[in-house]
């Protein structure tokens, strides 16, 4: 063991600085594992409870300025699983640790003390393990945020149909109320002898002589889908055919001079 302890403080010298706190761990899990698997002896298995007794009778206790040993003075209760409430636990312990410390020396001892500017108190854990716990937090805080953003969503989701049904409910009562007193009206109306809109003037069919003309020239309206489809009436109808229509009239062939009637008069 003793020359694995050098070995240890050897590469720990040789290691940087950066890489001192995860070495350090790994060194220590694997003496662990070292210890836990070797055999232990008959010597290891004897509990003298006696000569312990008689040990730390005899031990002479040591003041508080030697040691500053604080002991916490409630057990820390948090759940195993919630990380965050355990790293809570453990810093408010410690701060209360550290603020009886603080008090013991002045009040008791009257010890003064201040931290010097450029002083840096070992941590417990590494920084790699901090990091994850960081990250581990991080990723807490936002798992709540988005659970909450879908919860107000989902909500107001139920809100606005909840909202569309009242709207379509009270639409629906005011179109049945309208109905009802259009039946209503009707009903009272026929008692009275009347029909609905019996008493507005009606509008002139007569029409102006503008009017006609167009109707006579470009339709009246109607409908205008298969008028121009041909039937047996249509198809032995040729009062409109005429046989030149639309066919170019010959011209009649220009004068020839009298040269050229000369040199056709010589070719013949």
């Not at 010597?43 to 409870?49: A, L, P, R, T, V």
């Not at 945020?145 to 629906?172: C, I, N, P, T, Y």
Request: proline content about 4%.
């Amino acid at each position: 063991v003793a020359g694995r302890a050098m070995a240890v403080k050897k590469k720990r010298k040789a290691a940087s600085p950066e890489k001192e706190d995860e070495e350090r761990e790994a060194e220590e899990d694997e003496l662990e594992r070292r210890a836990l698997a070797e055999p232990k002896t008959a010597k290891w298995s004897i509990y003298d409870e006696a000569g312990l007794s008689a040990c730390a009778s005899a031990m002479e206790p040591s003041s508080f300025l030697e040691t500053l040993v604080v002991s916490y003075p409630s057990a820390l209760v948090a759940a195993s699983t919630d990380d965050l409430e355990r790293e809570v636990a453990i810093y408010n312990a410690t701060l209360g640790a550290v603020e009886e410390a603080r008090r013991r020396l002045v009040e008791e001892h009257g010890e003064e003390f201040e931290r010097p500017d450029d002083f840096f108190c070992e941590m417990m854990k590494s920084d790699a393990h901090m990091a994850r716990v960081k990250d581990e937090l991080i990723f807490q805080q936002k798992k709540m945020e988005a659970f909450e953003k879908r919860k107000e969503r989902q909500h107001q989701l139920k809100f606005k149909k909840a909202v569309e049904a009242d709207k379509a409910a009270e639409k629906a009562a005011k179109k049945k109320e309208a109905l009802k007193q259009t039946a209503e009206f009707r009903k009272q109306a026929a008692a009275r002898g009347k029909t609905l809109g019996a008493d507005k003037p009606t509008a002139s069919t007569r029409k102006s002589r503008k009017r006609a003309a167009v109707d006579r020239k470009w339709g009246f309206g109607g409908r205008k889908k298969g008028k121009k489809r041909n039937d047996a009436k249509t198809i032995n109808d040729l009062s409109d055919f005429h046989p030149t229509r639309g066919k170019a009239k010959r011209k009649a062939p220009p004068p020839s001079s009298p040269a050229k009637k000369k040199q056709k008069k010589a070719r013949s």
